[in-house]
């Protein structure tokens, strides 16, 4: 078992920037994919960026490409989701997860077996 704990959402005007911290101690982390997920009420969970275990593949969803920066720090087992000019849209609650595997940078909730409890993020308009 995996113990995955995200930080640093909160509220944000419009435009402003948060930065996600994710935390999964022990060697697990650092030899797998991780990635960071979204989820906004009554709505299925949607994949927003993913790093490989050294940095080589990284995702975003198309609707984050430019404003947001995925970054890890497998010496910390942190991984980071830097989220700039932020929208409205960007309501949602974070969630970060462990893959299963560490070859490509997955975008699938089933490619993942380990996550957080979630931590919210609230753009202001």
């Known amino acids: 078992q995996v113990h995955v704990v995200e930080s640093g959402g909160g509220l944000v005007q419009a435009g402003g920037s948060l930065r996600l911290s994710c935390s999964a101690p022990?060697?697990?982390?650092?030899?797998?994919?991780m990635g960071w997920f979204r989820q906004t009420p009554g709505k299925e969970r949607e994949f927003v960026a993913a790093?490989?275990?050294?940095?080589?593949?990284?995702s975003y969803t198309d609707s984050v490409k430019g404003r947001f920066t995925i970054s890890r720090d497998n010496a910390k087992n942190e991984v980071y989701l830097q989220m700039n000019s932020l929208r409205p849209e960007d309501k949602a609650v974070y969630y970060c997860?462990?893959?299963?595997?560490?070859?490509?940078?997955?975008?699938?909730?089933?490619?993942?077996?380990?996550w957080g409890q979630g931590t919210q993020v609230t753009v202001s308009s």
């Open positions: 997860a462990v893959a299963k595997f560490r070859i490509n940078a997955y975008s699938a909730t089933e490619q993942y077996d380990y």
């Open positions: 022990g060697p697990t982390m650092s030899s797998r994919t």
């Open positions: 790093i490989t275990w050294n940095s080589d593949d990284i």
